[in-house]
């Protein structure tokens, strides 16, 4: 039950944030901006952010494509922070990649018990 609680919180919070990219609204591009990424570039990091969604949701029936999906969000994530901390964002800009990444961490780990 646990696993399809953190995968869905996963996939949905990718799901809005993947599209609020690729959709280009006003807040993404500000943020984009800030974060000096060209509005396409965000536009790319919101499809990879899609495609590790649907892979979180395809995972919880097939769990190592889950894994792959989740390894992929973490990388996404590790690499916000770095722009986050590059910038001098305080902890409240940077707090959705720092709780996203705690629950997909926590989804990864169930997912690899689910493998074993």
Partial sequence: MTIW???AMLALGFLLIGAAKVLALPAMRQRAM??????NAYR???LLELAGA??????????????LAAVGLLLL???ALSAHVLHRDGLATAAP??????VDAAYLGATITLLH
Avoid: E, Q
């Fill in 44 to 46: 790319r990091i919101g």
């Fill in 5 to 7: 609680v953190l995968g």
């Fill in 77 to 79: 994530l590790g690499g």
């Fill in 34 to 39: 800030h974060l000096g990424f060209s509005v």
């Fill in 97 to 102: 990649a720092l709780i996203f990444g705690a």
């Fill in 54 to 67: 649907g892979g979180v949701l395809l995972g919880l029936a097939v769990p190592v494509i889950g894994v």
